[in-house]
């Protein structure tokens, strides 16, 4: 089945700088590619996807790029603000017959110092 | 209008006792879904229905035993409560394959 890693599993920074979260899948067949934001004592929920037919796509202050070739997948927020704390998700999934399942990484938590 | 409910969202309980937890959603969605988070938040799914039919069951004590009496809801019910069993449970549900999933707020259970 799918593997999903993510790195790191920690991650401090500054107000105002950027932040990257990487990931990498082992089923090169894997087409869709979310990520999730949870925070502290709440559902996780869903900020920005991307389909393995798009290399990149970019939403405000966080863009997701995804090279299929080497199997991985970032998320970087930019101008990061106290509000970007949290423990993000990466998930890959493959759109095909009897294939309903979000593999999920193991989590990053951001803290945004002020 | 809360679009994927659980309830409830806490739950105490004892050992070796017998619960369950409720989801309904009214998105319109085939799919649904619980995942189990830990205490290192790793969400790891446990089954998946879609439209009432048992599409994924992972590796799961067979004490777990989830009911869909239709397509908006997805029940699961826990025999013999161990201390293990204790973390979050989340329901969530998505429109098909490939699809964003959105979580219900969770059920924090704790088996004392």
């Known amino acids: 089945g799918e593997n999903v890693e993510q790195h790191p599993s920690t991650l401090s920074v500054q107000e105002g700088d950027s932040a990257v979260i990487k990931c990498t899948y082992s089923d090169s067949a894997s087409n869709y590619f979310p990520w999730y934001k949870q925070e502290l004592g709440k559902r996780p929920q869903l900020i920005i996807d991307?389909?393995?037919?798009?290399g990149e796509k970019k939403d405000q202050r966080i863009a997701v790029t995804l090279n299929k070739t080497a199997k991985h997948f970032s998320l970087h927020i930019t101008e990061t603000q106290p509000e970007d704390s949290a423990v993000y998700f990466c998930?890959?999934?493959?759109?095909?017959?009897?294939?309903?399942?979000?593999?999920f990484g193991k989590g990053t938590k951001l803290s945004v110092i002020p | 209008d809360t679009a994927v409910s659980q309830t409830p969202k806490y739950l105490v309980t004892q050992m070796g006792n017998d619960k369950s937890i409720k989801c309904e959603q009214n998105?319109?969605?085939?799919?649904m879904y619980w995942y189990k988070q830990d205490s290192k938040k790793f969400l790891k799914i446990m089954f998946s229905?879609?439209?009432?039919?048992?599409?994924i069951n992972e590796t799961v004590p067979n004490r777990f035993s989830p009911k869909s009496p239709d397509k908006a809801h997805l029940n699961l019910h826990i025999n013999s409560l161990e201390l293990g069993d204790s973390a979050v449970y989340f329901c969530?549900?998505?429109?098909?394959?490939?699809?964003?999933?959105?979580f219900g707020s969770g059920t924090r259970l704790t088996v004392v």
């Open positions: 998105l319109g969605h085939d799919t």
């Open positions: 998930a890959a999934s493959l759109d095909g017959a009897g294939s309903y399942q979000l593999t």
């Open positions: 991307i389909r393995s037919n798009v």
């Open positions: 229905y879609n439209n009432k039919e048992l599409i």
């Open positions: 969530a549900s998505s429109p098909g394959r490939a699809s964003g999933y959105t």
